[in-house]
């Protein structure tokens, strides 16, 4: 940390991330600027109460001149590079960077990074699981605790499985994990990144630094992440597919076994010791799995640990049944595309709730699903409006709208009546309209289903 002390530094935001950069910051004798935007004067007041000697907070027409003034700039996930403020601090040369890459550069432990749109925090969780049977094993990253909040904890070599996002990796420039894999990429983000090209371009960031002979594991399924597209023939390439096909160095599904071909050693993996249900857990499972051996698990224990794994929590969770009803908190799918996956798994008679922040993505294929699989769509949030129009544009009117999760919730239990079914939780859309995070939500919503009473 003696590459810091003289230096002024910045933080752009107080959510999490701030708060984490804060902690670590502050008791190495550098006490940071923290910036933030759009924030009412009673909240103001409180925080500059809560500084004490660790930070001095700076807001409003401060803020704008004092981020050009700064030698590091420290930006949360959710603060975009396109900020007026961010765009001047780089405009001004100003080293802007993520908690991500500023967190990397003091880990000393041995970083594995999971990205993509749908799956990383199922496969990150999973792995964590495997991992954690062979040493102490750290799971962080976007899935919900920063890294640099548990940097301390990290000993040398601890293993390290690290959710990462496309809003951390905009402002890295050493971030490098020894492996990186990579689950799928669909539509996502567009409003923050405008392009799925560029979406993609910045997921791919994740090699960039790697090492000489590390390891990259990819969806075979994900032409968008295929080995040449990275540009990085120095790297080692594994592929996993969960449809028939040929042989990969990699893993592929034959016989109700996951066949591993690493080169130099293989193992078989029976599709029975995963308990969570979906071929999308499979493809979650074959990441995971290929992670762990180059690490040295054993296949033995990676049956053992997948086999008293039991799913992440906002991820399809079944919460109770009651009243006939199933209710399941899906409140992690917030894209179409997973909300996609969740229907699949789903039997009917069925109640969805849908909405939240519109991300602004195709809805033909959900639309075409809710259709097939779905009695009642209930939506609520920004997104409604729009929902509702192109649902009903495709001949469907089995649409209710309300205002919150809450009201979502006993519309689905008024349409479902004492026929039973399921009310699945599984917005399409982000949380931020009503919710800091995905989590908030999805707990909000087990609380309403557990206070609920049937006669």
Excluded at 208 to 227: K, R, W, Y
Aim: proline share 4%; aromatic share 6%.
């Amino acid at each position: 940390m003696s590459d810091w002390l003289g230096q002024k530094v910045g933080i752009y935001g107080l959510g999490k991330t701030g708060h984490a950069c804060v902690e670590y910051l502050a008791p190495r004798m550098v006490r940071p600027l923290v910036l933030v935007d759009n924030t009412a004067a009673d909240e103001l007041a409180r925080l500059q109460s809560a500084a004490e000697d660790r930070y001095d907070l700076i807001a409003g027409e401060q803020a704008i001149r004092i981020v050009t003034e700064l030698d590091t700039l420290i930006i949360s996930p959710g603060v975009p590079l396109s900020n007026p403020n961010i765009a001047a601090a780089l405009a001004s040369g100003v080293n802007v960077i993520s908690e991500l890459e500023f967190a990397s550069r003091y880990c000393e432990g041995y970083l594995i990074g999971i990205t993509g749109t749908n799956g990383k925090s199922t496969t990150t969780v999973m792995l964590g699981h495997i991992l954690s049977a062979l040493g102490p094993c750290h799971v962080l990253g976007n899935i919900g605790s920063p890294l640099l909040a548990s940097l301390d904890e990290i000993e040398p070599n601890d293993f390290v499985a690290l959710e990462v996002s496309s809003y951390q990796l905009e402002a890295i420039d050493s971030f490098a994990p020894r492996i990186a894999v990579y689950t799928n990429l669909t539509p996502d983000h567009l409003d923050r990144h405008g392009t799925v090209e560029e979406y993609t371009r910045i997921k791919r960031k994740m090699v960039a630094n790697m090492q000489e002979g590390d390891f990259v594991i990819t969806n075979a399924l994900c032409s968008e992440f295929h080995p040449d597209t990275f540009n990085r023939p120095d790297l080692h390439y594994l592929q996993y597919r969960s449809t028939p096909g040929n042989r990969l160095r990699g893993a592929w599904l034959a016989n109700d076994r996951i066949i591993v071909d690493l080169g130099s050693e293989g193992a078989e993996i029976p599709l029975d010791c995963i308990r969570i249900p979906g071929l999308h857990n499979v493809e979650n499972a074959m990441a995971a799995i290929l992670a762990s051996l180059l690490v040295g698990a054993t296949g033995e224990t990676i049956i053992e640990r997948l086999s008293t794994f039991k799913g992440y929590e906002h991820r399809i969770e079944f919460c109770r049944e009651a009243g006939g009803i199933r209710f399941y908190n899906d409140s992690k799918a917030t894209n179409p595309e997973a909300t996609i996956i969740a229907l699949r798994a789903m039997e009917g008679p069925l109640a969805i709730i849908l909405g939240g922040r519109d991300k602004l993505t195709d809805l033909s294929v959900l639309i075409g699903l809710l259709r097939q699989k779905a009695g009642h769509v209930i939506l609520y949030g920004e997104a409604a409006e729009r929902l509702e129009r192109e649902i009903r544009s495709s001949g469907y009117n089995n649409v209710s709208r309300v205002d919150d999760v809450e009201q979502s919730v006993h519309e689905g239990v008024r349409l479902l009546g004492t026929g039973g079914g399921t009310l699945l939780l599984s917005p399409a859309c982000a949380s931020f309209d009503q919710y800091p995070g995905f989590d908030v939500r999805g707990e909000h919503f087990k609380q309403i289903v557990s206070s609920l009473e049937f006669d």
